[in-house]
């Protein structure tokens, strides 16, 4: 069974640069999550969607990123203007559905740094 | 904000059972607990999850207290891939919200 696929694997860009992330879940997978990863630190939820509509966003800096999920399969996230402090991993995940119990599966991650 | 309290750090021996506790004392009774794991460079394993019940399978065992204020997650013969940082989770309710984790050094 294919996982979670994510691209590219390591970008660097400048700070005020844009950038995108791409993620396909798992086939079937209805729930979607980004999360954030800081060098030392757990991954931090960004975004979850349920199919193609939005659950919850409220850690996502609306200002700069933005996500979406069109057709309810593949998710795209984006960063624009990039800062420093956007240096971190960038993580897809993907369960069946968004119930209890539920195992949810995470990607490699997208490896970003900011200079 | 995460639920769970983990040492921040552990050491076993190759071949020996590494014990790693995890308290979760305001856990609500229709929350699961999950174990994942996370080896430098990679995206997060999943390892386990338990509601009340104990579980088991061919990565790991989960033993729950029966008040479920805490879990252990043993691997019963660690070795030298399993030196990664370990995350205890109590899944509220369909997101994981992730804390700092035990970093797991086995050693030869």
């Known amino acids: 069974e294919a996982g979670v696929a994510q691209s590219p694997r390591y970008k660097i860009i400048e700070k005020r640069q844009s950038v995108a992330f791409w993620c396909n879940p798992i086939s079937g997978h209805a729930t979607l999550y980004w999360y954030q990863q800081i060098l030392g630190q757990g991954p931090k939820l960004l975004i979850q969607f349920q199919n193609n509509g939005v659950v919850d966003d409220s850690q996502l800096p609306k200002d700069r990123f933005s996500a979406e999920r069109l057709k309810g399969v593949d998710s795209t996230l984006k960063i624009q203007p990039a800062k420093l402090e956007d240096s971190a991993v960038y993580l897809c995940a993907s369960s069946l559905a968004a119930i209890p119990g539920d195992t949810i599966y995470f990607g490699e991650g997208s490896w970003l740094t900011v200079v | 904000d995460a639920k769970t309290t983990q040492p921040p750090s552990m050491d076993c021996a190759e071949g020996r059972a590494a014990n790693l506790p995890c308290n979760h004392s305001t856990i609500s009774g229709n929350e699961y607990v999950y174990w994942y794991r996370q080896i430098h460079s990679q995206g997060p394993q999943y390892i386990i999850h338990g509601l009340k019940n104990n579980e088991t399978n061919e990565m790991a065992s989960l033993i729950i207290t029966e008040d479920r204020k805490s879990s252990t997650l043993i691997l019963p013969h660690a070795t030298l891939r399993d030196t990664a940082v370990y995350y205890c989770?109590?899944?509220?309710?369909?997101?994981?919200?992730f804390g700092t984790g035990t970093r797991l050094q086995v050693f030869p």
């Open positions: 989770i109590v899944r509220v309710p369909d997101k994981l919200i």
